[in-house]
């Protein structure tokens, strides 16, 4: 019989020669590593989970756990985005720029994507970019479907601010 000791260590040989072999088909399959690992379901409770944070301000948490989901599928811009939301929420600016970055990579002219990245410019004091962001979604959103339509009602109100301050003379 073995030891408590001998199990373990039997064990950790194991895990170590399964995880070798998911590396290696990972990398000869070309394919991320939540499709490797068949977690896909799993993954998109996690971000209905993620968003369930967010609702109830565990932004952290959140934050924490949308990271891991990007890992496991960094193809799926929505994870991205939630990902950048969180981010900016627990005062990440700069962080949750890059996340809508890759966002926008995958998904191109997301109005959802767009409006954060354009209200976390204004927080950082980029009105330009910010300005650039919003009006994209205002002329994108002329016919906003109806997942949209909040998006560019957002915008609506955030452009004011993405306006440059002009002083009058005394």
Known sequence: MATEQEQISTLEKT???KIR???ELHH????????VLMVEDELEQSYVLAIDLLAHGKDLAAAQLLGTM????????RYW???GLALHKIKRANLALAAFEMALV???DDIPTLTYRGETHILLGRIVEARNDLQKVLDLGQKPSKDDLP???RAKGLIRYARPQTTTAP
């Open 28 to 35: 000869s399959l070309k394919a991320p590593l939540g499709q």
């Open 21 to 23: 072999e998911l590396i």
């Open 106 to 108: 995958i998904i191109p």
């Open 70 to 77: 990007c890992i496991m599928q960094p193809y799926d811009g």
């Open 15 to 17: 895990l170590k020669t």
């Open 151 to 153: 998006f560019v009602q």
């Open 81 to 83: 985005r939630i990902l």
